[in-house]
């Protein structure tokens, strides 16, 4: 039996099909030096740190830290086995206590993490700040909208409103902590050339194998388990439209279109 770490390596996130292209433009965006150090908080099994690393070639190095061992055993099996060991290193830490000096990075980086997952995310931020050098620079993204039952807002509006529609995020979570109020948290820090940008990334059909199972995949995530909060009609036509047993299974639609949008927040520290 393969252990833990080779298993992840060798599993592809089905998602990463549709999220690719957006955040290769993000970080484009992010503008990293070519042969800059950074650190990616919330690295996962290491796919985005891998990006990250090419945007800072041909010398840069990139960290990635994660929580789960796993993950991390994950992303360091990748990287070795790649050959990547030069430009790609990664820990076990907690973001609320980084395991690095002060001072250590030119960058930092967080998709889908900081500020993202519910738990107070001034502290956090002033601790990815603590890490990064005199001038350099902090880069928040996160998924922020989707639209993916064209011609049915009313019952999109409604699935976006349960508890997993807004999730991770809780309807007894303070405004100020939501990751779209990322510029009041760099503005309380003092931070510098502070701004804010949103990537698109549109879907219609005809929808490939991959494009459609991921699809399938993300409309499972942001509503499972909405059953009890949806009325019997609501709940009749979310299955018509959303199982791919339905003969109305809105993927199969030959007019299909749909989008969704991730949003990057930027600052810099002070000299």
Known sequence: MKDRSEACAQMPDPLFVLSEPVIRSAIREARFVPNSQGLDIGCGNGQITGLLAESTAPRGLVTGVDKSPEMIACASNTAEKAGLTNKLSYHVGDMRDLPFDDNSFDWVWSMDCVGYIPIEPLPVIKEAVRVIKPGGRIALLAWSSQQLLPGHPGLEAKLNATSSGIAPFTDKQKPEEHFLRALGWFQ????????????????????????????????????????????????????????????????NAPDYYGFFTYSLFQAKVPQ
């Open 188 to 251: 309380q820090l003092d931070l510098d050339a502070i701004r804010a940008q949103t990537f698109i990334s549109t879907v219609h059909a005809p929808l490939s194998h991959g494009i459609q199972e991921a699809l399938r995949i993300l409309m499972e995530m942001r509503w499972t388990g909405v059953r009890q909060e949806l009325n019997q009609p609501d709940w009749r036509e979310f299955h018509r439209l959303c199982m791919p047993d339905s003969p109305g299974y809105i993927l």
